[in-house]
T-cell receptor, first 114, second 112 residues
Framework: KQEVTQIPAALSVPEGENLVLNCSFTDSAIYNLQWFRQDPGKGLTSLLLIQSSQREQTSGRLNASLDKSSGRSTLYIAASQPGDSATYLCAVRHSGGSNYKLTFGKGTLLTVNP | EAQVTQNPRYLITVTGKKLTVTCSQNMNHEYMSWYRQDPGLGLRQIYYSMNVEVTDKGDVPEGYKVSRKEKRNFPLILESPSPNQTSLYFC???????????FGEGSWLTVV
C-alpha cells in the first residue's frame, strides 16, 4: 500500500528565505507526482506536476524535483514571501491498473513571517 | 472559467437525516472523485467515477453513496449521517488523459 510522508509537518521562516519541503513515498511505481497548495478553508490548487519520467519541473519561484528510485520529491521555494503561507501537499498518482488513484501526504504548514 | 462547484459549502445536520452534497464540473471531464479531509489523517478518497454510470469505492467508502448519471455531476449521498462523518469534503475532476486535477472549494459538514 502506497504511503506518502511529508516532512516537516510545519515550518516557519522569515521573508526572503529559500526553503525546501520534502515528500517521500513507499512505492516507486507511480504515474506522476503533484504538489498542491491549500489556503485555510479553501480547496487545493495544483502547483507543479512531475511525470514519472521527469526529474524536475519549474514554475516561477517554485522548483519540484523527483527521484523515483529513492521515493523522494522536494519542493523548493525561492525568496519566500508572506503570500506563500499555506499548507503544501504532495500527492502521487498510482501507475498501472490503479492510475485513477491519488494518495496524499498530510501536508506541510508553511508560515512566512514579514 | 474551469470550475468544480460544490454545494452546500457549509452544513450542520443531525444524525440520521439524509443529505446530499452536490458536485458539478464544467470541463467535460470523465474522471471525478470525492475526498474527505480530517486533521491528522490528511485527504482520503471516498469514491471515484471514471465516466457516466461507472463508479467505484476509494479508501473510505463506508456510510457514503454516489451516482454518476450525467458527466458533469457527481453527488455524494449520506443516507444516515453519523458524527464520525463530520469532515471537510472535496470533489475533484480531471479528464481521462490529463494530469492536472481540479478541486472544488470544499464542503464543511458537521453532524450532531
Amino acid at each position: 500500500k502506497q504511503e506518502v510522508t511529508q516532512i516537516p509537518a510545519a515550518l516557519s521562516v522569515p521573508e526572503g528565505e529559500n526553503l525546501v519541503l520534502n515528500c517521500s513515498f513507499t512505492d516507486s511505481a507511480i504515474y506522476n507526482l503533484q504538489w498542491f497548495r491549500q489556503d485555510p478553508g479553501k480547496g487545493l490548487t495544483s502547483l507543479l506536476l512531475i511525470q514519472s519520467s521527469q526529474r524536475e519541473q519549474t514554475s516561477g519561484r517554485l522548483n519540484a524535483s523527483l527521484d523515483k528510485s529513492s521515493g523522494r520529491s522536494t519542493l523548493y521555494i525561492a525568496a519566500s514571501q508572506p503570500g506563500d503561507s499555506a499548507t503544501y501537499l504532495c500527492a502521487v498518482r498510482h501507475s498501472g491498473g490503479s492510475n485513477y488513484k491519488l494518495t496524499f501526504g498530510k501536508g506541510t504548514l508553511l508560515t512566512v513571517n514579514p | 472559467e474551469a470550475q468544480v462547484t460544490q454545494n452546500p459549502r457549509y452544513l450542520i445536520t443531525v444524525t440520521g437525516k439524509k443529505l446530499t452534497v452536490t458536485c458539478s464540473q464544467n470541463m467535460n471531464h470523465e474522471y471525478m472523485s470525492w475526498y474527505r479531509q480530517d486533521p491528522g489523517l490528511g485527504l482520503r478518497q471516498i469514491y471515484y467515477s471514471m465516466n457516466v454510470e461507472v463508479t467505484d469505492k476509494g479508501d473510505v467508502p463506508e456510510g457514503y453513496k454516489v451516482s454518476r448519471k450525467e458527466k458533469r455531476n457527481f453527488p455524494l449521498i449520506l443516507e444516515s449521517p453519523s458524527p464520525n462523518q463530520t469532515s471537510l469534503y472535496f470533489c475533484a475532476s480531471r479528464n481521462s488523459t490529463g494530469n492536472t486535477i481540479y478541486f472544488g472549494e470544499g464542503s464543511w459538514l458537521t453532524v450532531v
